[in-house]
C-alpha cells in the first residue's frame, strides 16, 4: 500500500526557520516525482516543485523559486520542504504527493499544517 | 503561470448530472492530453478522481468522467450524491513552467 505520511504541525514565528518532512512507503522511492503543494487558509491549491529522488533533479513553480527548498534523501525515503526564514504569509497547509509520470498527483500525504505568528 | 479557470460554484440535486469546466491555454490544456481533476472534502487532502483527460484511478466511482474540447476541459459528475459535496480542483501540464497548474476551484453543492 502507498503512502506518505507528513511531520506534523507546526507553529513557528516570523523569520525563524522550518524543515517539514514526507516518507514514503509502499513503492519504489527512486522511481517516481514527488512534490509539495501550498494550500492558503481558504484558498485553492498551488504547486511549489517537485524532486526526483533518484538523481535529486527540482523544478521549482517561479512563485517558489528562491523562497523554498526542496530535498530528499533516498536513503530513508523521504522528501523535505524548508524556509530560511518564514513570514506570516507561509502560514498554510502544505501537501506532499507523488507525481504519475503525466504529472497529475495519485497519492498524497495528509497535510502539515504551518501556522507562522508573532 | 495563472491558474487554470473554473466556475467558483456549481450546484445540483441528488440523482442529476453536473459538469464543472475547466479553461486554460494551448500551452496547458489544449496543447497537452495532460488533464486531471481533484475532489478535496473539508479538512481532507485532495484526491485523483480522473488523470489524462478521462481516465478513472481504481476505485473512483465511474459516475466520475472527464473530457476535452480545445482549450476547455470538463469533469461530469452523474447520479449526483451527498457525498459528492466537495471542492474539486483541475490539472494541467504546462509547457511555461514544465509542472501541473491548478485551476481556481469549484465548490460543488447537493442541493
Known amino acids: 500500500e502507498v503512502q506518505l505520511v507528513q511531520s506534523g504541525a507546526e507553529v513557528k514565528k516570523p523569520g525563524e526557520s522550518l524543515k517539514i518532512s514526507c516518507k514514503v512507503s509502499?513503492?519504489?522511492?527512486?522511481?517516481?516525482?514527488i512534490g509539495w503543494v501550498r494550500q492558503m487558509p481558504g484558498k485553492g491549491l498551488e504547486w511549489m516543485g517537485i524532486?526526483?529522488?533518484?538523481?535529486?533533479?527540482?523544478k521549482y513553480s517561479p512563485s517558489f523559486q528562491g523562497q523554498v527548498t526542496i530535498s530528499a534523501d533516498k536513503s530513508i525515503n523521504t522528501a523535505y520542504l524548508q524556509w530560511g526564514s518564514l513570514e506570516a504569509s507561509d502560514t498554510a497547509i502544505y501537501y506532499c504527493?507523488?507525481?504519475?509520470?503525466?504529472?497529475?498527483?495519485?497519492?498524497w500525504g495528509q497535510g502539515t499544517p504551518v501556522t507562522v505568528s508573532s | 503561470q495563472s491558474a487554470l479557470t473554473q466556475p467558483a460554484s456549481v450546484s445540483g440535486s441528488p440523482g442529476q448530472s453536473i459538469t464543472i469546466s475547466c479553461t486554460g491555454t494551448?500551452?496547458?490544456?489544449?496543447?497537452?492530453?495532460?488533464v486531471s481533476w481533484y475532489q478535496q472534502h473539508p479538512g481532507k487532502a485532495p484526491k485523483l478522481v480522473i488523470y489524462?483527460?478521462?481516465n478513472r484511478p481504481s476505485g473512483v466511482s465511474d459516475r466520475f468522467s472527464g473530457s476535452k474540447s480545445g482549450n476547455t476541459a470538463s469533469l461530469t459528475i452523474s447520479g449526483l450524491q451527498a457525498e459528492d459535496e466537495a471542492d474539486y480542483y483541475c490539472?494541467?501540464?504546462?509547457?511555461?513552467?514544465?509542472?501541473?497548474?491548478f485551476g481556481t476551484g469549484t465548490k460543488v453543492t447537493v442541493l
Open positions: 504527493a507523488r507525481l504519475r509520470y503525466t504529472y497529475s498527483a495519485d497519492y
Open positions: 509502499g513503492y519504489s522511492f527512486t522511481s517516481y516525482w
Open positions: 524532486i526526483y529522488p533518484s538523481d535529486s533533479n527540482i
Open positions: 494551448s500551452s496547458d490544456v489544449g496543447g497537452y492530453n495532460y
Open positions: 489524462d483527460i478521462s
Open positions: 490539472g494541467s501540464y504546462t509547457s511555461s513552467t514544465t509542472l501541473e497548474v
